[in-house]
């Protein structure tokens, strides 16, 4: 005993207590993994999250940008989030047309983009037939239509033939543009350009083949046909007729860093077509990408606040088993520490070892916590291939809240074996 005491001598917070506290926790295995158990989860916890959080971040500003952070899309309902029941004063608003897009594309000197654009949904969508001539079915693609801005609208590039010219719109032309997951379904490896789609049985010739997008939340951008808007209306008369987001206007500014100007000018132009006084509302939606990049950086946020607060509860719990198995450290080496205070140890010697252990025990449950949620964002990155990645920050945070936890919850045992008196101590069994 007395060799090991004056080893460690009156350093302090020191190398020597450093390697003592290691010492102990190897001795005491199974003591110190049940005690640092809240500390791993919860560094992991903190860890893991910020990773996930991060990726998401990342895969949905990607999407955005795919599809182009200054869009300002006009339609007539406000974007929902789950369904629902639409408000009556949603309900009673009028439908946007041809004309509006037309008048903001005449008007809107800030736009260098005004495009027109239908879906087809519902039962419609649900009972449409796109085929080859030689049999093959695209599944389910998104089927739109619109006029020729809407590529530069929608951050939408040719890779192959063309796109809609004022043409095609002004004698609904039988022509039609796929996305490349479309593309391959009905003609697999061979070029499309001059090849005939069967809408419905209507023969449609393949001008243009767009780039590869990708997915954007839970939608295949790639899995797309497009067709003239005076082309879809005079197949679809009841999508234009039938009530409901009729059409989209979706328009992206000359100069991105006017868009807000741009907006403000559509807007007017929209009011005073539609006779809106200045004291009544709009009685039409505007959707922007980077309000939509908010909302959800708004949702994430909130998430990884909530699973922050559950691995600060267990950290706080891991904080409260670091305390109690330090005072029965402290009850284990009362005699220790006599020896020490009979050597001439201050009290400032005592309590720097036994809160060197503290540190160093939160220390080692913060780098296996550290190690074990990388470890889960890597798992889930090659799974699923998706995006997570733990920034430096968060590594840094993680293991400086170990630290601390243990700074925090060894106080109290140090100063308890700090303030032994050495007579007691020594008499201690």
């Known amino acids: 005993m007395s060799d090991r005491v004056r080893r460690i001598g009156f350093r302090g917070i020191g190398p020597e207590n450093i390697r003592f ?22 560094v992991a916890t903190v860890i893991a999250m910020v990773s996930f959080v991060a990726g998401f971040d990342a895969a949905i500003t990607d999407s955005f940008s795919a599809f182009g952070t200054t869009l300002v899309q ?63 079915e695209a599944n389910g693609p998104t089927f739109v239509g619109t006029n020729p801005d809407y590529a ?20 609904a032309s039988r022509t039609c543009v796929l996305g490349p997951q479309t593309a391959e379904a009905l003609f697999g490896k061979r070029d499309p350009i001059g090849h005939t789609v069967l809408v419905n049985g209507t023969a449609f010739s393949v001008i243009g083949l767009l780039e590869k997008k990708g997915s954007f939340l839970g939608g295949d951008a790639d899995n797309i046909l497009i067709i003239p808007i005076s082309t879809f209306d005079e197949m679809f008369p009841q999508v234009k007729n039938g009530g409901g987001e009729t059409l989209y206007i979706a328009t992206v500014p000359k100069d991105p860093k006017r868009m807000y100007e741009m907006e403000d000018q559509e807007v007017a132009i929209l009011r005073a077509r539609r006779g809106l006084r200045a004291d009544q509302p709009n009685d039409f939606a505007i959707y922007t990408s980077e309000g939509q990049l908010k909302t959800f950086r708004q949702i994430t946020g909130g998430i990884a606040a909530a699973m922050i607060l559950i691995a600060a509860i267990a950290l706080l719990v891991g904080g409260v088993g670091v305390m109690n198995i330090m005072l029965v450290s402290v009850t284990e080496r009362t005699r220790e520490i ?9 009290r400032r010697d005592i309590a720097s070892q036994f809160l060197v252990e503290a540190i160093s025990l939160t220390g080692v449950g913060g780098a296996v916590g550290i190690a074990l949620g990388l470890g889960i964002a890597m798992l ?32 109290w045992p140090a100063l308890k074996a700090a303030s032994q008196d050495p007579i007691e101590a020594l008499r201690y069994e």
Not at 21 to 42: C, D, P, Y
Not at 152 to 171: K, L, T
């Open 338 to 346: 006599g020896v020490r205070k009979a050597l001439g140890a201050t």
């Open 74 to 136: 006009f339609q007539k309902y406000d974007p929902r989030f789950g369904g629902g029941h639409l408000p009556p004063e949603q309900r009673r608003r009028r439908d946007l047309t041809i004309a509006d897009a037309e008048a903001l594309k005449r008007l809107a000197t800030l736009a260098a983009a005004v495009s027109q654009e239908r879906y087809l949904g519902g039962a419609d969508a649900a009972n449409l037939s796109i085929k080859s001539r030689d049999g093959h």
């Open 21 to 42: 506290a290691l010492r102990a926790m190897v001795s005491q295995k199974l003591r110190s993994f049940l005690t640092l158990l809240g500390i791993v989860a919860g």
């Open 380 to 411: 889930v990155r090659l799974a699923f291939d998706f995006p997570a990645a733990a920034p430096l920050w968060s590594v840094a945070l993680g293991f400086g809240m170990s630290t601390a936890i243990g700074l925090v919850f060894g106080l």
């Open 152 to 171: 530069p609208a929608n951050n939408s590039f040719i890779q192959d033939g063309r796109f809609f010219v004022d043409a095609d719109i002004s004698h």
